[in-house]
């Protein structure tokens, strides 16, 4: 399965509108393999600054649902990607899960709400497409798309939450006094 193209003009039109008052809703799907190619990087982290910023700045005035890839896809087709993707994986969903513990504490209202679609051993991609759809006065841009991406995020076992759980935060001495564990 080949990615689309990503219209980075209309993206860059959507994530914009996130900062006017009569938007209270957004979902953001990002499951194309596209954005882990390297001339993706810098617009992935366009993105990634024009979501936190538009959490830490509207709070509970605007809620945000987020759809990445929890695992990448492992058919005879994509078992020969290049290294370069598992690793832009592996270091975007680290940032990701830093940023969310770091900036906006578990419970806070800007806390991110990012969840990890599954794809089953035999999906080549996901079965949502890449979107940003907004709420605006009550309506979404693309009710259809919307609904969709609402849905998958509903459905028990299609994704799981991405949180901060699997990080590492006590450094390099952590294991120095284990009854800090007790």
């Known amino acids: ?12 039109e959507r994530l914009a509108g996130l900062e006017a008052p009569d938007v209270t809703a957004a979902v953001v799907v990002q499951c194309g393999q596209v954005w882990l190619q390297p001339e993706f990087t810098a617009f992935r ?3 990634d600054q024009a979501l936190m910023t538009a959490q830490l700045r509207r709070g509970d005035r605007l809620t ?15 078992i020969s ?9 592996a270091e975007w969903h680290e940032r990701l899960s830093a940023t969310g513990v770091l900036l906006c504490p578990a419970g806070s209202s800007a806390a991110p709400r990012i969840h990890r679609l599954i794809l089953r051993g ?20 693309d ?4 609904e969709l ?18 990080m590492d935060f006590d450094g390099p001495f952590g294991d120095a006094d284990p009854s800090i564990y007790m």
């Open 149 to 166: 991406a609402l849905h998958t995020v509903t459905t028990a076992g299609a994704t799981t939450p991405l949180t901060g759980y699997d």
């Open 45 to 47: 982290n366009e993105v």
């Open 122 to 141: 035999d999906q080549s991609g996901a079965d949502i497409p890449d979107m940003v759809e907004l709420l605006k006065n009550g309506d979404w841009t």
């Open 81 to 89: 990607r290049p290294p370069a993707v598992d690793q832009a994986f």
């Open 143 to 146: 009710p259809h798309k919307a």
């Open 1 to 12: 399965m080949t990615d689309p193209v990503i219209d980075i003009a209309s993206w860059r």
């Open 64 to 78: 945000l649902t987020r759809v990445i890839l929890h695992n990448l896809p492992l058919t005879p087709e994509t």
